[in-house]
């Protein structure tokens, strides 16, 4: 796992140092803490991530060796989405508020199953010029893995050679703590899995740092959504086809402060404008209808593929970065680089173990 590590950081290293210079930075203007303090901050995490994973602690420590980095700068890359959640009281942006929707049974042809995302994030969080980055990784044990992830951070959503797809929606309660952050350790950990079962158990049993939900898929058709806080979890099996955007649909889990529904209601009309895509096209979903539903432009620009609302201040604009849809029976993914309204989708594909 280092040797990955080390791969990822020695090419990328421009764009780790950039990544890091901005984030610090933007940290700085938000919590008004220097460097020094952060990173200081950052440090309570490692233990947290090393006894969770040695293997993902192992991969960090060779992005931080090639980048010639610290590895506390590399970990703070890894934190970045848990210091926007301890934010949000005071902070409205910075959140990566994507619509993923799935659809598998009866609700695709042939019975195939299909997940995918948008991925949406704050203009003033994560600036203007485009992270995406996707690795092919073939680690000496364990499955190899398809990953869509930004310069520093091992991975985040993605597909692996057993079947496993997953995908990912901020989600943010009143509950933050000192512990592993849901992305992108959580998912990159539901990555190197070989079944559903082996990744929902490894979202629930981690001593998690912050709240968020998981869209897991397998190449037997079995799909689960699970959201997650710090203390609790919950989950919910996806029959036909499912849509989730950035607020909390679980009943049983004790939240207090729903955040991004409190500041934004675009949430919910995401959120039921796919669900309506999803029913209307009830039978006939394949990766085309997949890759048309990320384009949908209702309620534009505050649509499921989001557009920069220029009526509103700079730290309340939002849009989609990219989008991408996966077919774990078939090992398939299809990218999109910038607004899947304007760019073609890519193909890759694993080769099934």
């Not at 797809?165 to 009143?174: G, M, P, R």
Request: net charge negative; with cysteine.
């Amino acid at each position: 796992m280092f040797e990955l590590g080390f791969q990822h950081g020695e090419k990328l290293k421009s764009r780790i140092d950039y990544y890091i210079d901005w984030f610090l930075t933007w940290y700085r203007t938000k919590a008004n803490m220097q460097k020094d303090q952060v990173l200081r901050e950052t440090r309570k995490y490692a233990s947290y991530i090393e006894q969770y994973s040695s293997e993902i602690s192992e991969e960090l420590r060779g992005i931080a060796e090639g980048a010639g980095k610290k590895l506390d700068e590399i970990l703070f890359l890894n934190l970045c989405t848990v210091y926007v959640d301890q934010l949000s009281a005071h902070y409205d942006s910075g959140a990566r508020a994507c619509t993923s929707f799935a659809a598998t049974g009866q609700a695709s042809i042939k019975g195939l199953t299909y997940i995918g995302q948008t991925d949406d994030a704050s203009l003033d969080c994560w600036g203007e010029a485009n992270y995406a980055l996707l690795l092919h990784k073939k680690p000496s044990k364990g499955p190899e893995i398809l990953t869509y992830t930004s310069p520093g951070v091992p991975g985040v959503v993605g597909l692996n050679s057993e079947g496993i797809a997953v995908c990912l929606n901020a989600l943010i309660s009143e509950e933050t703590r000192v512990g592993v952050p849901t992305f992108p350790i959580l998912s990159y950990e539901v990555l190197r899995r070989k079944t559903v079962l082996d990744g929902i158990e490894a979202i629930a049993t981690a001593k998690r740092a912050n709240s968020g939900n998981f869209l897991i898929a397998d190449k037997h058709g079995e799909v689960y959504d699970v959201e997650v806080t710090p203390s609790a979890w919950d989950s919910f099996y996806v029959e036909d086809y499912m849509a989730h955007s950035n607020h909390f649909l679980s009943k049983k889990l004790p939240i207090k402060e729903d955040r991004i529904l409190m500041k934004s209601v675009n949430t919910i009309t995401r959120y039921n404008r796919m669900n309506k895509l999803l029913r209307q096209n009830f039978g006939q979903i394949d990766d085309g209808k997949m890759k048309t539903f990320a384009t949908d432009h209702i309620n534009f620009p505050n649509s499921v593929c989001r557009h920069i609302d220029n009526t509103v201040p700079q730290d309340k604009k939002n849009q989609t970065y990219n989008a991408v849809i996966f077919s774990p029976s078939t090992l398939e993914m299809w990218f999109a680089c910038g607004h899947p309204c304007e760019n073609q989708f890519q193909e890759y594909r694993l080769t099934l173990n």
